[in-house]
C-alpha cells in the first residue's frame, strides 16, 4: 500500500510539473486529484464522507477544484450592506475560533431547497492555497447531486451572498449583476475573493463577535414566464376617416352630442360633441373628443393616433388636431376641449357652419391590440 502512495505521489509530481509548461495539462492533473481523493475515501485514508443532512467543516481542498473556473468580472460586482436578511439560507457558526486549526478551513451546509432545487452553501473564511485564493474570504454555492440535471440542461440562478457585521447591525452583501449559469460539469460556482481574510478576522470590524459569524445566500432560479402579453399596433385601415355631421346646429341645446358607433381597426367608437364647449372652455370654444366604445378587459390599456377636424365646408382650411394617446377603462375620450372658437362658428364667412350644418371628423392613423397569454 505504501509503495502505491508512493508511485501515485511522483505521477502527480510529474503531472505537476507538465502543468508548468503546459496549461493543457490543467485538467487533467483536476481530474487525477478528483479520482485520487475518491480512492482515498475508500479506503478510509481520509475519513468518512462528511454528511450532506448536517452542516460540516470541510477538510478536502481538492473538492472544489474541478468546478472553479467561472470568471466574473470586476465591473459586474455590486456590494452593499442591507437590513434585510438572506431569504434562501443562513449558516452561522458558533465557537469559531475552534476551527482555526482544521487545515483548509472550510464549512458546507446541509442542502437546502430553492427554486425546485437542491443547494449547498460552502464557506471558505481564508482561501484556498491551491488556487491562489489564501488570505480571501470564498463563497460559493453548490447544485446538489440530489437534483440531477441533463448533460445539456442549464440552470440560470441569481446568488447573493451576505456575510453579518455587527456593528452596523446589518449584512454586507455581494452578487453579480450576471446571471449564473450552472451545468452538469458545473454545479459549484461564486465568489473566491469576497473580502480579505485579515478584514473578516479583525474583531474590529464586526464580522466576528462573541466568538460568533454569520453567512447566508440568497438563490434566485430563473424560471420561463407562465402568462405573457404582445402589444401590435394596426396602422392601415380600408376606410380610416368617419364624419358626423349636426344639423340645425344653432338650435341644439344640449351639453353634448354623440355620433353613430363606428368601427375601424377591430375597435368601436364614437365622436362626441360640446357645441357650447365644456369646463374650461364653456362659453368659449366648442370640445371635440375621440371615444373609444368597447368594453376594456382588466387592467387594458388601446394606444390610438388619430387627427380630429372641424371640417371647412367652403374648402378653406380645416381646423385639425392631432390625437395621441393611451385609453383605459377608466380614461376612454381624447380630444381637445377648445379645437375652435365659438365666434369662427357663429361667423358664417369662416365657413365651418353652411347652411346651419356643422361636421366634424377623424382620421385613423394608428391603434393598437394586446393578446395574452393563456387568454
Avoid at 486549526?101 to 430553492?114: C, Q
Wanted: overall charge positive; hydrophobic content about 35%; proline content about 4%.
Amino acid at each position: 500500500m505504501t509503495s502505491l502512495y508512493r508511485n501515485t505521489s511522483s505521477f502527480v509530481y510529474l503531472l505537476f510539473c507538465l502543468f508548468i509548461t503546459s496549461s493543457s495539462a490543467g485538467s487533467f492533473i483536476r481530474q487525477f486529484s478528483d479520482d485520487f481523493n475518491t480512492i482515498q475515501q475508500q479506503k478510509g485514508k481520509d475519513g468518512p464522507t462528511p454528511n450532506l443532512e448536517k452542516g460540516n467543516y470541510l477538510h478536502k481542498h481538492n473538492e472544489i477544484s474541478s468546478s472553479l473556473d467561472y470568471k466574473v468580472s470586476a465591473s459586474n460586482i455590486v456590494k452593499g450592506l442591507t437590513e434585510v436578511p438572506p431569504s434562501s439560507y443562513s449558516f452561522k457558526i458558533e465557537s469559531y475560533n475552534s476551527f482555526l486549526k482544521i487545515p483548509y478551513l472550510g464549512f458546507e451546509s446541509r442542502p437546502f431547497a430553492a427554486g425546485g432545487y437542491n443547494w449547498v452553501l460552502k464557506v471558505h473564511p481564508n482561501g484556498l492555497t491551491w488556487d491562489g485564493t489564501s488570505g480571501y474570504v470564498s463563497l460559493y454555492v453548490l447544485l446538489h447531486e440530489s437534483t440531477p440535471i441533463t448533460a445539456d440542461q442549464v440552470v440560470y440562478a441569481d446568488l447573493r451572498f451576505y456575510i453579518f457585521n455587527n456593528n452596523e447591525k446589518k449584512y454586507f452583501t455581494v452578487q453579480d449583476t450576471n446571471v449564473w449559469k450552472f451545468t452538469a460539469p458545473k454545479r459549484l460556482l461564486g465568489f473566491p475573493k469576497v473580502m480579505s481574510a485579515d478584514q473578516f478576522e479583525d474583531l474590529r470590524n464586526g464580522y466576528i463577535y462573541d466568538n460568533h459569524c454569520e453567512f447566508g445566500v440568497d438563490v434566485t432560479v430563473a424560471s420561463h414566464y407562465q402568462k405573457s402579453e404582445s402589444l401590435f399596433v394596426t396602422e392601415k385601415f380600408d376606410n380610416p376617416i368617419f364624419t358626423y355631421a349636426l344639423l340645425r346646429f344653432s338650435t341644439l341645446l344640449k351639453e353634448s352630442y354623440q355620433s353613430d358607433v363606428f368601427s375601424i381597426g377591430g375597435r368601436s367608437m364614437y365622436l362626441q360633441v360640446f357645441p357650447n364647449g365644456r369646463n374650461l372652455s364653456k362659453g368659449k370654444a366648442m370640445s371635440l373628443y375621440l371615444n373609444i366604445n368597447d368594453k376594456f378587459k382588466p387592467f387594458e390599456m388601446i394606444y390610438v393616433r388619430a387627427k380630429l377636424r372641424v371640417l371647412n365646408q367652403r374648402k378653406l382650411n380645416n381646423v385639425e388636431i392631432q390625437v395621441s394617446n393611451w385609453y383605459t377603462s377608466w380614461f376612454y375620450y381624447s380630444g381637445d376641449f377648445q379645437i375652435i372658437p365659438l365666434a369662427d362658428l357663429r361667423d358664417s364667412s369662416k365657413g365651418f357652419v353652411v347652411n346651419d350644418m356643422l361636421k366634424v371628423e377623424v382620421q385613423l392613423e394608428g391603434i393598437s391590440s394586446t393578446k395574452w397569454y393563456p387568454s
